[in-house]
């Protein structure tokens, strides 16, 4: 339901064309798709700038099926994240004509066709790190923005980094994914002025404590200006990038 | 050193009217001033769109002298930041001219008089959290940007927050200042479109563990688009918002 | 044994019926049933408002078996809970009447017949939490009382929640079951009246250290009246509001 | 503002009496008071069952004085909890006919003149433990209840707890608080039908982690029908208590 | 090296009998048997009254099988602990004659018939712990003591475990094996006047963190007297009573 | 009351001598003593072999009083342990014939004149774990005990402990206190057969927190036959070292 | 680019023999291979005195094959390390000529054939911690160095240590391998003047947390000398030694 | 006692010339100092190549007296560290030749002169690091050492650390203090070829948790050759430092 609609409704109230009953029926019922199991979000594409996004692990699987057979019948974007090989088979079958991002383990289906915001870099540590960076890629991408990929340069050479300086300082965000200590976030950091999303990943043993280490590292950061994301959420270092970008491009 | 006199200095040495041990020794020397217990970093607001700035917490008290004297012969703006009493009697001693800001632990010298940018929100999820707030919104407010103040709208009387949906709606970076449970993050986020800067403090007790319960509360909202400082990092959140803002604005 | 049988039993002690061995074996041997491996309280219905429960993870198949038998001739509600898939097999080999409910991994014997108490209402965040809520569904359904299943309704999107605030308001006791950062808790804590059962699961990764941080985040919730089980507890969850519930409706 | 009165406000926009800016601007402000630093919550007595509270840790005087002033125009009950000595004296001075319950570092005005309502036991394991049951028990008096206290019965001495075990057969809900290991809330949970609040204390050390240990130890009670409050919070234990004891009176 | 062939040396070092490097080289090489990759403390038995034990996870199979051919040639008494199947395989191939307790996951070569010491009792809260209170029984076994079993006596029905206070008052140490909170050990460790050792068992979920709560618990014990070993530590709960039991029947 | 004491009382009973509600009302009040705030146990020495001790950190000063003046109407040992300096003042002030021990922490009253049983030693790393011993040492010492006192022989100089190598040997149960990384107790382990408890202090900084490291290394001593107590709870070392000396002199 | 070869850039620059770009260019690509997913230092050798060393945890296959085809074309000696047997598959399918250390789980081609440099010893406290030590002594080993292997010597039979206390006498550094309470690096770091590098591993169980008992244990030795690295990582353990032994040796 | 006195004592024994009781006293009393508190290391230096040094917090003032007093007619260099104001008062008066080094805390008795060793540079991230780099510049002074300090060249500003690199290059071992992130190691690191001894700081706050991130961090740091000591350990870090520089010179 768009603000328009919504306004609409209220003066229809107003002008007793409809009752108590029916306006709080409507305003219930209208922006979300009630599935059982689910009750998908239609309404935040225009409320939050993001679309109703699945998250996988866990989901029982007619549970899922159910969530794509409703997302058959919807005509906006809907992405699928962490999606697991058994449950792309499952989503595949149900959505034939959804795209699969592999390395991303996203899947998604209704994706627009737009001409791509410039603004967004996404760098890496290491070589392990580009699971969790595509991730965040491939969802600013469907989310309409052209992204740079800078992928290992990390830390301890720092002189893989310094080719890439002019891109970097021409980004609207900068999304820093690395594990281990984090300390490229640090160091990119000092050399810009975009905001830095931080996305520690898992990457690393022992004393990583699963990516904590990582975590609590970036968010002691000494430089300011870098926020930063949970553990190998690529998907959320994506969105805030993009919600900063197609801010500067002069969405709403 | 801006970046011009930084290219002129490499035409200086391509010609031949410097040599190698001057052009080693500029470059090394210019962009900080060494006081020898501490090297301020004078090329950051360029570098970064950031000035340096202090953080005062365990400087011994002869050094945080020197810092000062420097400051007395700099021109641009320079922060001082968790200021406590005894600290900022002496920052004060040196620096008569300087305005402190108490309620947010601040003191600042060589104020820009300028046209505050529009588009930044803070909001607080209850009355104990202001002090954070204030160290965020008095941050952004020197760097130049307007600060709406929007403080005790917690999620326990959601209702609360409601008649400001507006202004956030308008905002170009919100930063939501919130301790315990830290929910009014996520309630927040799942409403506007906004890039939201979550700060989590360390208002609670017993199982709040010193804000970290909030810490990882936030790095976990459901709602995409949170990204998040330090507990207590008022300061950094400010920074991001202003980092985000000035971007909209257009600032390199 | 009841509390009239022990009554009349310190009787026949006190008038010499039966003498001090026999009254200390009596009290000793009669309130659970032992198997060697294992001590079934028989006697907690009674005491507790609740039957004694088998949590199976760990047990040794054969002890598992025994236990079994020992149900197979008592007459009361026995509940297997976390029932893996081989145990599952195992136990109805041995309780081929028993009813097994997948999602929510309990198995149950001599279930009771009898009119279900209103008055609990179960509210999840995501899809993902639907395992956990069903265990606590299924858990006070067998124990007599009527569950409201209220699922996917997460802070991320509130909207969603308002149709069933009547619902809630009319619960003696609400379970909500959340993972990630369990906002939820908060948001229907702050819109009613009855106590909430606050069930964090382990849905996340990451940052959410397998519930930990859920469960913390919960803990701090900055609403009065919340209280808290274990991660994934969802048997605890349903015993908690069916023991509220059970006292409105009167019961001893 | 009551529902008949929110009933009332819908009708009055539906007949045309007060047009859209005006029922916006009606809703949005009525049901809290701003003081700019503090939006007091005056809507949460008949939605909740609880009215405001005011949690005083890491206000700024001046704001607490406002809060203060605010509650003398008010007419509901005002809780004021985890008052220092220093903001007690604040509090009494602007509110000198509030109540101060030191041991439960507890202020209260406006304190309604009521029969109590039956039901509610508080148990503690030592004596240091008191100061978080009279927080809890305070908070269960001022909202309507009395309260049964049963002091100092901890788990090392279990036999002074029998002679209680009739009072506490009779409540319709019982807050544990005990320190240490907590074992006290498995053998009260053993023994009773009614639900269990427990309540972890910080009294301990070492290994106890500031109470920590006692909290994770509860919540893996091997009893079922034991929820849990965060460390020290009596106020949240007394809440939870009130609720479930108010609903077994059949209020709503 | 017994004490008295430790002394003859000495004394032939002495009269000039063995020069320098004899005597360095025997005192380095005797007391063990070097296999590269392992190097058996023979001398274990008399120095600590506890043979030489081969915890086994994460052993090479090579290495596994050199010390099996060493325990081959060796007279003493032989235990090898959390043995694998695999690894059960290997070494039962290798030690055709020894004892394989598999619930205990114990191994055993060279073991002593001898009268057993009466005074060990080892109790367990429920079903899941025996496991690891049978590693406990046959380590305290194997070292030459006779074990009172008194399995699934937990804290939530506790007049289960009263029939046994006569078998716990006699003894000369208490092993107490638990999970979850851990509340058996303070209420064993309130009726009796025996050392309790207790054994924390990874028997739980979630919150339980891997037996780290239940340990913790027990370490904060409200009843003086009991001490604590590593989670699911059975052998060295074994041990320690072990020890206590020869003291008190007046071995060194 | 005393075990012939019980058994007449229940005679009394079974012959009519007393009634249902005499033998009730005998049994609930007769092994303690009830101040209010406090239940002293007095019948614990009889059951447990270490009379009643009051633990003083958080209590009310009231309380304490309280408990001292009924302390001076009895007659067994009465031990207050972690006493401040200002509860000190209290304690003696009430109970002027006590005698305080104060690098110990501990005051005691009604102390027995007795021959000390040989058998415990008490170790540590450093002189900073002087007051943690030195609480286990008194401790042990007002039970009846006599204690070999062994200071500073931490296992950076680990000759420092080869002289003492014989009165350990001879000891029945030896506590080794140390902070760090507690190595001590593993070197003491590998060297004697009798039961080591080990004491972990906080001894240490940074890395330490707060004697955890400690407590877990010691908790992972490669030495079976240790078993650890609570960080800093000299008090419970010395408890454990008297049962067990007192069962190796064949006390019941 | 070695040294040398930098300063002839500068120089052809300064003659202005390549302009601007030109010296961007090259500075910016010459010291590492861009191979898309990741950038080879191929200039750290020079640099750091460690060749670029490939940690293959979670590297996608296809990128780990860019890299081996890569490292083909490489004339510098080139180490994988933690490689799984399927990655060990992949690489010496890739790279057939390279060396295979199974138990190290490290790959390594274009080995140096070189004089071993002596002074490193390595030193276990278990069997179960070599795969760990062989890590540590094949790094050193690649780099140049001849090791000494001393296993199994663990703190519970010191006595198996002193044989070798001559050889660790002689060490330039010592790198001491150990899990569990990790006391053998105290003991170890009492008798020598040499560096001991400190590499707890994995090996324990329970409070043990994977490491990180041992890894906070060796921080807290209370011998000065020790520094530690991460858990389980010999490779670290290898190359500090290695640094050590090399500048000892006199080389830069 | 010397290696040489050890010797010609093995070979009094031999003779005949002392006996048995004899020799073990003399081994057994020699090395140390015994104070009944506290016994002193005498040995240590020859031992170790670090003289016997006093750790300060905790310990009784009588304690610290009798140390000032042994210490007082010692000859080898005593060191005092983490000295309070209090202490270094009472330890002043009883050394009052003694050096006072107010920054590092540190008192110093018996310093040698000698020419001092090259070799040895320290670096801090920032100013509020100084504390913690002065404890590790004036233990290694105090041992024979000459240091460079290079203080506040963190990784947020990297250009102020290149003016140092010819210095860092020809260091021996590199100790870098920092708090925060700590990425300042990874940059060092990465850099040079000397071994890097890591000192976190408990500088920062919040997630910072008292160092352990920094600590965490600089243990994960990509760049190999790093190792680690405690939290704000500056004496470990030159201690470190100092026993490479040493083994480089040639000292045994």
Not at 138 to 157: F, H, K, P, Q, S
Not at 200 to 218: F, H, R, W
């Amino acid at each position: 339901m768009s603000e328009i609609e919504l306004i609409k409704l209220l003066q229809l109230y107003k002008n007793g064309q409809i009752d108590d009953s029916e306006i709080l029926e409507t305003i219930s019922q209208l922006p979300y798709k009630d599935l059982g199991c689910a009750k998908l979000d239609t309404h935040r594409g225009l409320r939050c700038g993001v679309e109703e996004v699945i998250f996988c692990p866990g989901k029982i699987p007619e549970h899922l099926q159910s969530i794509c057979k409703a997302a058959a019948n919807m005509t906006g974007l809907c992405i699928f994240t962490r999606v697991s090989s058994d449950q792309a088979q499952l989503i595949l079958k149900e959505l034939p004509e959804a795209n699969y991002y592999k390395d991303a383990a996203i899947i998604a289906v209704n994706i627009v066709e737009q001409d791509k915001l410039e603004g967004i870099a996404i760098v890496t540590g290491g070589t392990s790190d580009i699971r969790v960076a595509e991730e965040a890629a491939i969802t600013a991408e469907l989310m309409g923005n052209r992204v740079e990929r800078i992928y290992d340069v990390g830390a301890a050479g720092i002189h893989r980094l310094f080719p890439y300086l002019d891109t970097l300082r021409k980004a609207n965000a900068i999304v820093v994914v690395a594990g281990m200590e984090g300390a490229l976030v640090t160091v990119v950091g000092g050399l810009v002025s975009a905001p830095v999303i931080a996305v520690p990943t898992s990457v690393g043993y022992g004393a990583n404590l699963g990516g904590m280490t990582t975590l609590l590292s970036m968010l002691n950061s000494c430089v300011p200006g870098v926020s930063v994301v949970n553990i190998d959420n690529g998907f959320g270092g994506g969105v805030s990038a993009h919600l900063i970008n197609r801010k500067v491009h002069g969405k709403k």
